[in-house]
C-alpha cells in the first residue's frame, strides 16, 4: 500500500518517525530479552524488521526535508532525519544487544550465506561501535557520533535551502536561446533577469553565455555559497571524524570510512597515481587549444575553469555542428523517459505502466509500477520528481522509500523508491525539453532506480543499491553508455514540433564530440576525490584553504582565489566522505561490465537478463568483487575504462 503524501503535514512527519522508532525499539528490545535458545527467527530476523521499520519512517517522514514544497514540512523532516539518524547509532551500541549478538554468533549453522552476511556486518558495526573500549571511551565515541550526525544534517539543510542568483541583462544572456530566457524570472531592475545557481540556469550559461565576467560571477557565487553557515559545520565534522578515527583504532577518516568498502586508502591513492599524469598530459593539448580560443575572442589566454564548459560547448557546436538547445529540441522529457523505459523493459524483462492518482507530495510528480514480464509480478514502485522549486534538494539523487526485503511473516515487501532531480521545467508554448547532458543524468538515476527495485535480497542491509559504496555508483554508470549508442538515441529522440528523429548525421556528430575536453571534465573529478582524501588523512593539519589549493593543482588552472566550495560540497558530509574517489573509481566497473554489452550487443537482451540477475537482483548480498567475476566471467580490469578516455 503505496503512502498518501497529499496532505502531508509537519505534525504528520513528527508522528511516523516516533511511531517507526518506537515500533523498531519495541523489537530490539524483544531481541534482548529472549529467554532460552537463540535462533535465527528470535534474534537475527528481527533486526531487519527494524531496519525495515526506520526505512519506512525514513521514506514517510524524513524524506520530505528533500522534495516537500511546505518550508515548515521540510524542517521538521530535517529534524526527524537527525533523530533517525541517531537511533541508527544508538543501536548498535546498546551493550545488551550486543551481548545478545555475540551468544548467538557461532551457535546457528543453518544461515543461509545471506543471514550470515548479515550477522558478519552487524558484528563489524558493534566493533566499529567500540564494544572493546573503556566504557569512558565508548561513551565519548557515541557522543561523537551523534553529533557529527547533527553535524551532517544541518549542513544538507543549509545547502537545500539555499537560494542566490546573479542579475544580467538581456545584452548579457548573449549567447542563451529563447527559450530558456523565457523561463527566467524577472531581475530587481527593470529588464533584467535572474539566473539562479539551479541547475537548469546554472550549467547552461556557464556553457553558453559569452559574457566572460558574467560566467565569471554565476561561479564564484556558486562557490562561495553558504560559507558562513557550513564552513564552522564541515571544520568540526572533520576534526570529529579524525577523533573517532583514532577511538577505534585506524589509522585516518579515510581508512575507517573504507573499511567496509571495495578499496583502501593505498589502492586509491596508487588509482590516482596512475590515472592523473596521463589525464595531466592529454588536458594540455585540451587547454593550449581553448587558450586560443580565449585570446581570439577575449584578447587574453589566462583560461579558467569558468571558461572550460563554454569553449568545450563552442567546439563541439562548431567542429562538430552541435548546438545543444538544437539537439534538446529532440529530447522532449516525455519521449526521453518513455524510451528509457521501453528500452529497460526490453533488456531487463520488465513491464513499467503509469499510476495516477500518484498521492504524491507534489502534482509535477510521476509514479510508475514496476512488474516482472515474464509473469506479470509486481516488483515496485518509484517516482519521479524532475522539476526544480525553492527548498527542493538541488542535484539529482534516487531514494530508498520502503526497501524490498522478507518481512517476518515471510511475506516479499516490494521497493519503493524516488528518483529527483532539476531539470529544464516546461513553459506555456514549450514542453521541458533535455539537453543531451540531462539525458545522461535521467540514464544515470534511473540505474540507481533499478538496482533499488528490482532487488531478490531478503534483508534491508543488503537490498538494491545498498553494496559496497565505491561500487553503488558503477550500475547507473553503466547506463551512461546506452545515451551514446545511436540505435539507442534512435529509440527515442522525436522533435517536440515535428516528430522527426534526430537525423542520424546529428546522431554521429553528438557521439563523435562525446570526448572533446575529456581529460579536463575527468581531472575536475579527481580533484574532487583527492580533496576528499586530503581531509581525511592522518594529518593533523586542517588548512581547508591549502588543502582545497594543493588537489586543485590537478586540474592545471589557476586556483579561483576567494571561493570556498567545499561550503556547498554536499558529498562531503553526505555519505562520499573519504570516498568520493568512488565516482571515478566505480566507472572502471560500470566500464568493464558495459564492454559485455558491447562484446555481445548493446540491446541484447541476454545480456540485460544476465546483469538483472547477476548485479541488479542481488544487490549487497555478495562482496561486489565476486559479482563483477560472476557477471564478466573473468576477472575485471580497467582496460575499458582507459579506452573510453583515450589512454
Known sequence: MLHDYTSTTAADVARVTGEAIGRANAIIDDIVAVDGERTIANTLLPLNEAAATIMEGYGQGAFMARVHPDA????AATEEEEKLNKWGIDVVFRPDLYAALSSFEGTSPDMTPEQARLLEFWMRDFRRAGHELEEAEQAELKQLKQRLVELEVAFAANVDAYTDYIEVTREELDGLPDSFIEALKPGDRDGTYRVTLDYPDLYPFL??????????????????SVVPENRPLLEEALTLRRRIAALIGYESWAHHSMDVKMADPDRVERFYADLVPRLKEKVRSEHDKMRRMLLDEYGTDDLHQWDVSYYSTRIRREEYGIDPYAV????????????????????????YSRVEPTGAWHPDVYLFEIKNAADGQHLAYFYMDLFPREGKFGHAAAFDLVAGHTNLDGEDIRPVAAMVANFTKPTAGTPSLLRHDEVLTLFHEFGHILHQTVTRAETV????????????????????????????LG?????????????????ASLVAARDVNIAASNLRQAYFGILDLLLH???????????????????????PE?????????????????????YLWSRVFGDDMYSRFQEDGVLDPQVGRDYRRVILEQGGTKDADDLLREFLGREPNNQAFLRNLGL
Open 72 to 75: 515548515s514540512v521540510r524542517l
Open 537 to 559: 588523512d592522518a594529518s593533523d593539519d586542517r588548512d581547508l584553504d591549502a588543502l582545497d589549493r594543493e588537489a586543485y593543482e590537478v586540474n592545471e588552472l589557476p586556483f
Open 562 to 582: 576567494g571561493t570556498f566550495f567545499l561550503a556547498s560540497f554536499g558529498h562531503v558530509m553526505g555519505g562520499y566522505d573519504a570516498g568520493y574517489y568512488g
Open 461 to 488: 542491509r543488503f537490498s538494491g543499491a545498498n553494496t559496497e559504496w565505491d561500487f553503488v555508483e558503477a550500475p547507473s554508470q553503466i547506463m551512461e553508455h546506452w545515451t551514446w549508442e545511436p540505435e539507442v
Open 328 to 351: 534538446a529540441e529532440y529530447f522532449p522529457l516525455e519521449a526521453v523517459v518513455d524510451g528509457m523505459l521501453d528500452i529497460t523493459a526490453e533488456m531487463f524483462g520488465l513491464t
Open 207 to 224: 556553457q553558453n553565455a559569452t559574457n566572460r565576467a558574467k560566467r565569471e560571477e554565476l561561479f564564484r557565487k556558486k562557490h562561495t
Open 491 to 507: 529509440r527515442f529522440s522525436r522533435h517536440y514540433q515535428t516528430g522527426e528523429p534526430l537525423p542520424e548525421n546529428i546522431v
